[in-house]
């Protein structure tokens, strides 16, 4: 069982790497692989990064798709 320091979970060691799979561009291309209209990435959209660690993935994101 975790133990639980002011909601963060203490005894899991959080990673610090970037997950490009996450990324909206590589599952926009993962869906037109897939033989599915990917949305339009140059038009605003939402954008969530659950579970985001350190947040690298998240800045990333932020960095290069501003309208997200």
Do not use: K
């Not at 590589?26 to 599915?36: E, K, P, Q, S, V």
């Not at 209209?37 to 960095?63: E, K, Q, S």
Request: hydrophobic share 35%; aromatic share 14%; charged share 15%.
């Amino acid at each position: 069982m975790s133990t639980l320091d002011y909601g963060y979970v203490t005894d899991t060691v959080y990673t610090n790497q970037f997950y490009r799979e996450t990324t909206p561009s590589w599952m926009a291309t993962a869906a037109l692989l897939l033989g599915h209209r990917p949305p339009d990435l140059t038009r605003p959209f939402r954008y969530v990064d659950l579970d985001c660690a350190h947040g690298f993935t998240a800045i990333v994101t932020a960095a290069t798709c501003p309208h997200a």
